[in-house]
C-alpha cells in the first residue's frame, strides 16, 4: 500500500492514542517562514551541553533560528549532524540516542547559518547483577559460566567499570562453590567466571557476586540427580525441534529451543508453574505441530511422552476465471508445487490432499471479475462463478488492485483468495498465509527479510519461523480453526505482537531461515537457560504493537491524515515523547506505546529514523549466513486427508513418502 501524496502546505492534525485512557494531542503550525528567509541571523540550541548517563539514553534537541530583527523563524527544517555517531546518533528530527561513552558535537544549520553545542555520555553505576547463570545442573556436572556486570540506569554495562570481583556461595545453601570462592577481574563492566561447580545436591543453591561495596545475588537454582525427557511418539525420524515452557533456575523458561536427535530428548531440568503455563511444542518434517499441555513436571525425573501426527491435508479448488486455460492452469500448478515444498521444508505440518482446477474462462459472467480490488467482489465471485465448501478456493484472475503480479486473501482467516495472472509462484503460499491467520512482516527488518513468505513485497519467498507455524496451526483466526474446526481444542488467539507462555515469539526460529540463525538454544541437545528465550523486553514490545497497528487497514484514516501533517510534527512528537505523559498516575510505558504507535502511523523520513534504535535494540541475534539442510523424503508420510473440513482416513504412499495431491481439471464450464 502507497503513501498518499505529500500535500504542499502543512495541515493542524489531532491524533487520538489510546493508552491507560491517556490522550496525546499533537499539532504542526503553519509552515509559511513570514519574512524573509535570507534575514536569518543564528540558531540557539537546547538543551545546552547534554549530559546522557546511561547507553540507550535518548534526548530531543530543539533549534529555534532566529531573524536579524529577532523574530523567530517558524517551522524552520534545520539539518541535524553529530560528529561522532559512535558516541550518539540523531536522526533529522534532532531525536539523539547515546550509544558508547564519549563526547560528539551536535550540529543544526538552516540557510547557511550554524549552531553547535558538545553532547557528553558518561555511563553512571546504577548497580551490580548476575547477567547469565547459574543454572540448574545434574549433581556432578557444571551449573555453566556465569557473567556479572556493574551496569547503569538502563542495565547496559558500564564500559569503564574494573576491579576484582568475587564469586561466593550465599550462607545456607545446600552447598558450597567447588574449590571455595572464585575472583576475577572485570574488564570493560564484565566479569565472567567460566564452567561454575557446586558441591552437594538439592534446591535453593544460591551465589553472591561482591565488586568495590556493593553485592549482587543469584537467582536460586538446583543441583539433581537427572535430566528430565520428552519421548516422541511416531518420530520423523529426522530431528525435531521442541520449544518447552516451565520453571527452572529459578525463574519461569519460556520457549527453550531443544532439537531431537531420536526418538527421546533430553531437555534440561524443569518444574511446574502455577497455574499450569507448562507447554511442549514439536516441530518434524512430515508431521503436524504436536503440542502437550500443561506439561506435568514434577520435582523428579520427568519423562513426558508427546504424540506426533501426520499432517493436515488440505482440499484445493483453484477456479481460473481469466484464461487462457492452459496457461493459467499451468501457472496454478506451478504455484502449488512451490507452496508444497516450501510447507515440507519449512516443518509446516501441511499438505494438500485434492486439487480440483475449475476452468472458468467460459462462465457468461467471467469478465465481470478480470480486474478485482481488495475483496470487494468475493461475495459475486463465489455466486456467479463458484465455491466449494470445506475447501480453500483460489481464483486466478487478470488483475488485483490494479497489478498483474497481485495477490490477495479474502479476508485473513477465510477461504477465498484471488491471484492476478502473472502472480509469481511462490505467492500463492504468501496469500495462503493469511488464510491461516499470518499478516505482513515486512515492519519488523531486524528479524525478518524478503526471504520469509509473509513479506509483503519479494519473489524470493521462502521462509516460516516456527513462531508462524504454530499460529498457522493453533491460531484460533487460522482458516483450520476459524472455518474447518481442525485444532479448537488447543487453539488460541495469538497475534503478531503476543510473545508469552501461550504464543511464542512471532520471529522464533530452532532452525536457520537464510542469514537469520536459530534464536532460542537451538544449537545444543541440552539448553542452557541462559540461552533461554526470557519474556520480551518493552523495546521488543513497542516494536510488535508497531507492526500490528500498521497492518490494521481500518486506521489508514488515520495515517492518512498524519503523513499529510508533513515534516515538523516530528520534533514536536518526540519533545513530547520523551517529556513523558503530563499524568503522573498514567503509566509510562502505556504512554510511550501509544506515543510510539502514533509515530509509526507518522510514516515520514523523519518519524521512521525516530524508531531507527528500537530496532536497533530489538534484535540479540548475531545476523550470519546459516542454512539447515535436511533430507527427509524417506521420512515423509501420507498426509490425513480432511474432506468438508472433517477428519478422513489415512493413505499412505510407496515407501512411505508424501503423495502428491490428486489433480481434477474439470471440463469447461463444469464448475459446480
Request: proline share 6%.
Amino acid at each position: 500500500m502507497s503513501d498518499p501524496p505529500r500535500s504542499d502546505g502543512m495541515r493542524r492534525f489531532r491524533a487520538l492514542l489510546p493508552a491507560a485512557g491517556l490522550l496525546l494531542l499533537l499539532s504542526c503550525g503553519d509552515d509559511a517562514t513570514g519574512g524573509d528567509p535570507g534575514a536569518v541571523s543564528r540558531i540557539e540550541l537546547s538543551p545546552e551541553s547534554p549530559l546522557l548517563d546511561a547507553v540507550g539514553r535518548t534526548v530531543s534537541m530543539q533549534a529555534r533560528v532566529f531573524r536579524e530583527d529577532g523574530s523567530v523563524v517558524t517551522d524552520a527544517a534545520v539539518a541535524w549532524s553529530s560528529s561522532d555517531p559512535r558516541v550518539a546518533s540523531i536522526d533529522k528530527a534532532g531525536f539523539v540516542r547515546a550509544i558508547a561513552d564519549g563526547a560528539t558535537v551536535v550540529g543544526a544549520s538552516y540557510l547557511g547559518v550554524s549552531a553547535s553545542t558538545t553532547l557528553t555520555v558518561r555511563q553512571t553505576v546504577a548497580g551490580l547483577a548476575f547477567a547469565a547463570g547459574p543454572r540448574d545442573a545434574v549433581v556432578g556436572g557444571s551449573s555453566g559460566d556465569v557473567t556479572v556486570i556493574v551496569h547503569d540506569a538502563l542495565g547496559t554495562a558500564v564500559s569503564s567499570a574494573d576491579g576484582d570481583v568475587t564469586l561466593g556461595s550465599v550462607a545456607g545453601s545446600p552447598g558450597s562453590l567447588a574449590g571455595g570462592p572464585r575472583t576475577v577481574l572485570m574488564q570493560q563492566g564484565r566479569a565472567e567466571f567460566a564452567d561454575v561447580r557446586l558441591t552437594g545436591s538439592g534446591d535453593g543453591y544460591r551465589l553472591e557476586a561482591a565488586w568495590s561495596g556493593r553485592v549482587a545475588t543469584s537467582l536460586p537454582f538446583s543441583l539433581v540427580q537427572g535430566l528430565d525427557l520428552v519421548a516422541l511418539t511416531h518420530a520423523p525420524g529426522a530431528p525435531a525441534g521442541l520449544l518447552i515452557d516451565g520453571f527452572g533456575s529459578g525463574e519461569y523458561l519460556n520457549d527453550v529451543a531443544v532439537v531431537a536427535a531420536g526418538d527421546t530428548a533430553p531437555v534440561g531440568i524443569f518444574r511446574s508453574m502455577p497455574g499450569g503455563n507448562d507447554e511442549i511444542l514439536v516441530f518434524g518434517p512430515g508431521r503436524r505441530p504436536a503440542m502437550l499441555r500443561p506439561a506435568p513436571w514434577t520435582a523428579g525425573i520427568d519423562t513426558l511422552a508427546v504424540a506426533l501426527e501426520e499432517p493436515i491435508a488440505l482440499d484445493l479448488t483453484v477456479w481460473i476465471v481469466k484464461g487462457p486455460f492452459e496457461s493459467q492452469s499451468a501457472r496454478a500448478r506451478a504455484a502449488i508445487d512451490t507452496t508444497v515444498s516450501i510447507w515440507a521444508e519449512q516443518n509446516a505440518g501441511l499438505a494438500f490432499d485434492s486439487v480440483e482446477v475449475v476452468d472458468a474462462t467460459g462462465d457468461p459472467d467471467a469478465a465481470r471479475f478480470f480486474e478485482l480490488t481488495l475483496c470487494n467482489s468475493q461475495s459475486g465471485l463465489e455466486s456467479l462463478i463458484g465455491r466449494r465448501t470445506g475447501r480453500l478456493n483460489v481464483y486466478y484472475v487478470g488483475t488485483v488492485d490494479g497489478g498483474t503480479d497481485r495477490g490477495r486473501a479474502c479476508p485473513i482467516g477465510g477461504d477465498h483468495a484471488i491471484m492476478a495472472e502473472r502472480s509469481g509462484h511462490e505467492l500463492l503460499s504468501h496469500e495462503i498465509g493469511h488464510l491461516l491467520s499470518l499478516t505482513h512482516t515486512d515492519a519488523i527488518t531486524a528479524l525478518f527479510d524478503p526471504s520469509n513468505v509473509m513479506h509483503s513485497a519479494s519473489s524470493r519467498r521462502r521462509y516460516l519461523t516456527e513462531g508462524q507455524t504454530f499460529r498457522q496451526q493453533f491460531d484460533t483466526n487460522s482458516v483450520l480453526n476459524a472455518i474447518f474446526r481442525l485444532r479448537t481444542a488447543q487453539a488460541r488467539s495469538c497475534p503478531l505482537s503476543q510473545a508469552d507462555a501461550l504464543c511464542p515469539a512471532i520471529e522464533n526460529r530452532i532452525w536457520a531461515d537464510g542469514i537469520f540463525p536459530p534464536n532460542a538454544g537451538a544449537d545444543r541437545a541440552t539448553p542452557a537457560p541462559t540461552e533461554t528465550r526470557r519474556p520480551s523486553s518493552p523495546r521488543d514490545l513497542v516494536l510488535r504493537w508497531l507492526v500490528v497497528k500498521c497492518e490494521m487497514e481500518q486506521n489508514e484514516g488515520l495515517g492518512q491524515r498524519l503523513r499529510e501533517s508533513g515534516e515538523s510534527a516530528v520534533a514536536e512528537f518526540l519533545t513530547a515523547f520523551n517529556r513523558g505523559p503530563s499524568d503522573p498516575a498514567a503509566d509510562p510505558q502505556a504512554w510511550r506505546l501509544a506515543a510510539l504507535d502514533g509515530l509509526a502511523w507518522l510514516g515520514t523520513p523523519a518519524a521512521l529514523d525516530a524508531l531507527a534504535h528500537i530496532r536497533d535494540a530489538t534484535t540479540g541475534v548475531l545476523r550470519r549466513e546459516a542454512t539447515l539442510r535436511l533430507d527427509g523424503a524417506d521420512s515423509r508420510v501420507a498426509p490425513t486427508r480432511i474432506p468438508s473440513g472433517s477428519p478422513g482416513s489415512n493413505t499412505r504412499g510407496a515407501e512411505g513418502r508424501m503423495e502428491a495431491p490428486r489433480l481434477d481439471i474439470r471440463a469447461p464450464n463444469d464448475h459446480r
